[in-house]
């Protein structure tokens, strides 16, 4: 495990000599201490970054070139997936097969954005044709610059990778913060990064405290491009960072997505995808379907399996074999979450089951997976994000009804509906305000396809050749072609 921050291709301890504990989740041990980085720090890291996009370089690559260096910690990431994987469980606390599926998609971040760098040297978005044809015109994409970047726990290595991949092939270079309590393999990333032979400054790794190291970050005025997961307020702080300087932002932000069942769904499906959207990962996910309305022909029949179904999942430490749902990320996490479903009872909600600590668990945050009825709808359960194991089920009778209650909410990131009407299907996942739909499933993601949310869930979006356009500016170059001159008036 490594200690240290990784600035300017070099690992150094914190300018103050301080650190921070990595707590196992399952077993509340502190398994090993952490560099806390303080403002000093991150301003090194920043002006390693800086002259690395200035001076050294690096946005001057080739596509194909950075392309080579995406590739090759691609590759670093799966020679070392088992290993990593693990840490990832150590210090997250999710089931070891959920977090291999992680690593896995993390190295594949990076080869799918090694191909967009390559595209960047034919960039098809070049061309542009002008109505007068004594000019011509294209449109060139370049990097923004410095990019800083900070993400949640829930999805340590993949949320990095999200951030990290597309900046690198963009040509930006990047000063990454990973999340206090999940900082394992975010530096696991630069020592591959250093194995491979990234030059130096090209990505800065500062683990620490989000009051001063992501603040640091956020405030420095060599920072271009501030790219952010995480929550609603301090989504808010980092746009209001942004908008001071004029830094290019990105927002991924929470969520409190639905999940519509009509009474013509398969209920055996519906119930796995239900489960699976929002006890993944111990419901710890932005786009976790945690509203489920099912349509009342079909709602007690479903709500009995779905108990009877969440009453089996094996809980555990996610590295014991067979375990699907792991402790919660920190004890932080879990006091919330407590916290959120005794709030629910208070408001009149129906504990259907789970909301306490599972037998023979002394130690370790873990929680039952735990489905709430009669949630009012003006309550906490029913508008706030609870980030847990923790899912809200009610009845509804028509469509416009289903489709009023799932665009009830501020936030937009994700909706899924479930029916075997193909053009009820389409026509509600069209009525959705939400960045990501899903028909007949639920929290599907793909490196391809843009990932981001409506209203309050975020700004911009990641993923995709989209996930590109966060670490470019665009630029025309236009070319006078006569010999006649135009002259400063129009003649
Ligand atoms: P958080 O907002 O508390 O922390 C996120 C990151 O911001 C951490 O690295 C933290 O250290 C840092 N931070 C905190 N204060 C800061 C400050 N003043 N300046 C700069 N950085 C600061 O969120 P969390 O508890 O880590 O994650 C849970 C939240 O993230 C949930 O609300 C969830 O919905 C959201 N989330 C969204 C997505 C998405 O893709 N939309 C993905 C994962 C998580």
Redesign the pocket.
């Known amino acids: 495990m490594r200690s240290e921050l990784y600035i300017d291709g070099k690992w150094t301890a914190a300018s103050d000599g301080k650190t921070f504990e990595v707590v196992n989740p399952a077993t509340e041990e502190v398994i090993h201490r952490i560099s806390a980085a303080t403002a000093k720090d991150v301003d090194s890291a920043v002006k390693a970054a800086r002259r690395a996009f200035d001076r050294d370089g690096w946005p001057k690559l080739t596509g194909a070139q950075r392309a080579r260096y995406l590739r090759a910690i691609a590759a670093g990431i799966r020679a070392r997936q088992a290993e990593i994987a693990r840490l990832e469980v150590l210090d997250n606390g999710k089931p070891l097969p959920e977090a291999d599926w992680d690593i896995a998609d993390a190295a594949g971040c990076f080869d799918f954005y090694a191909g967009l760098a390559e595209q960047l040297d034919n960039d098809p978005e070049e061309a542009i044709a002008l109505a007068d044809d004594r000019f011509t015109s294209k449109a060139v994409r370049e990097p923004i610059g410095v990019a800083g970047a ?6 340590p290595l993949l ?1 990095a990778s999200w951030k990290v991949a597309p900046a690198l092939a963009a040509g930006c270079t990047v000063v990454l ?4 309590v999940t900082s394992l393999t975010a530096l696991e990333l630069a020592a591959i990064a250093d194995e491979i032979g990234l030059p130096p400054g090209v990505l800065n790794i500062v683990p620490g ?3 001063v190291a ?2 640091a ?2 405030d420095h005025s060599q920072v271009d491009k501030l790219a ?8 808010s ?2 746009m209001a960072a942004a908008a001071r300087d004029i830094k290019r932002v990105s927002l ?4 409190k997505s639905p999940f519509v069942v009509f009474d013509d769904a398969d209920i055996e499906k519906a119930v796995e995808w239900i489960l699976f959207g929002i006890f993944w990962n111990q419901g ?4 976790a379907t945690s509203r489920v309305l099912v349509q009342d022909g079909i709602y007690g029949a479903l709500l009995k399996r779905l108990i009877e179904e969440a009453n089996k999942i094996r809980i555990g430490d996610g590295l014991d074999e067979g375990v699907l749902l792991g402790p919660l990320v920190s004890k932080r ?1 879990y006091e919330q979450v407590v916290a959120a479903i005794d709030a629910a009872n208070s408001a009149g909600a129906t504990v259907a089951c789970g909301g306490t600590r599972p037998e023979g668990f002394d130690r370790g945050y873990y929680l039952r997976p735990t489905v709430l009825t009669d949630v009012p709808l003006d309550s906490a359960a029913w508008v706030e ?1 609870i ?1 847990g194991p923790v899912v809200c089920v009610r009845p509804f009778k028509t469509e416009e009804e289903a489709v009023a209650l799932a665009n009830d909410t501020r936030f937009g ?1 994700a909706a899924a509906v479930m029916s075997r009407d193909d053009t009820r299907a389409e026509r509600v996942a069209k009525a959705f305000r939400a960045g990501i739909v899903w028909i007949n499933c639920s929290q599907p993601t793909f490196t391809e396809a843009p ?3 409506y209203k309050e ?2 700004i911009g979006r ?1 993923l995709g050749r989209w996930g590109l356009n966060n670490y470019l500016e665009t630029k025309q170059i236009t070319k006078y072609m006569s010999e006649d001159p135009w002259g400063w008036y129009i003649k």
Request: glycine share 22%; hydrophobic share 35%; net charge negative.
């Open positions: 900070i993400i949640p726990w829930n999805y949320m913060k990973p999340a206090e405290a989000g009051s992501g603040q970050i956020i952010f997961t995480g929550s609603g307020p301090v989504g702080k980092i991924e932000l929470g969520g710890q996910v932005c786009s996490q994000e980030f990131l990932w981001g949310g869930s975020g990641e």
